[in-house]
């Protein structure tokens, strides 16, 4: 059986932690800055690591 390719787009948006977790990066950053608090952008700088549910289907666009 032939290897699994990872998804291209999938490696980009994603980052696999050393435990094994997934991180991803928050939206509504793009554009419409000026609306939004010091705070808020602050906030959505930080990567979160992605809910247990969508683990599975991350571990098969990753081929992990």
């Known amino acids: 059986m032939p290897k699994m390719k990872t998804h291209s787009?999938?490696?980009k948006?994603?980052?696999?932690?050393?435990?094994g977790k997934v991180k991803r990066n928050?939206?509504?950053m793009r554009h419409l800055m000026r609306?939004?608090?010091?705070?808020a952008k602050r906030h959505l700088?930080?990567?979160v690591v992605t809910h247990t549910a969508d683990?599975?289907?991350?571990?098969?666009?990753?081929?992990?």
């Open 45 to 47: 700088r930080d990567a």
């Open 35 to 39: 609306k939004k608090t010091t705070k």
């Open 55 to 64: 683990h599975a289907r991350l571990e098969r666009l990753l081929a992990i």
């Open 26 to 28: 928050r939206a509504r």
């Open 13 to 19: 948006r994603f980052k696999v932690t050393g435990t």
């Open 9 to 11: 787009s999938a490696k």
